[in-house]
């Protein structure tokens, strides 16, 4: 298992949520790691995007401002921490890894470049 979501939940409009994205086995700390999530009926959409090793985060129009991506390389985990959730933030969320590093935002967002996905973990909001 390379990659395990955790932290999904059915929250209120407005309160936050940190979701969590541990890694192990080829998945490694200097990998391009993302979050993604798909609602029903929707195609899935880059929320957001870390390279740790380069210092370089980036972030969906949508999110900015809202959603912070973070990495503990000792803890082999990222984090996606969710303010001021609004019902358009629910969907699946995924956590995602590729061992190439982005030099766009265009790029790291982009779902099929990434080649190691989790399961997934569940966010409601209403």
């Known amino acids: 298992v390379q990659l395990v979501e955790s932290g999904g939940g059915s929250m209120q409009a407005g309160e936050n949520l940190r979701l969590s994205c541990e890694f192990s086995g080829y998945v490694h700390a200097a990998f391009c790691m993302a979050w993604f999530r798909q609602g029903p009926g929707s195609e899935r959409e880059g929320v957001a995007a870390i390279d740790a090793g380069g210092g370089n985060t980036y972030y969906a129009a949508s999110v900015k401002g809202r959603f912070t991506i973070s990495q503990d390389n000792p803890k082999n985990t990222v984090y996606l921490q969710m303010d001021s959730l609004k019902p358009e933030d629910a969907g699946m969320y995924y956590c995602?890894?590729?061992?190439?590093?982005?030099?766009?935002?265009?790029?790291?967002?982009?779902?099929?470049?990434?080649?190691?996905w989790g399961r997934g973990t569940q966010v409601t909001v209403s």
């Open positions: 995602a890894a590729d061992p190439r590093i982005p030099i766009t935002a265009f790029q790291a967002l982009g779902h099929p470049r990434y080649r190691f």
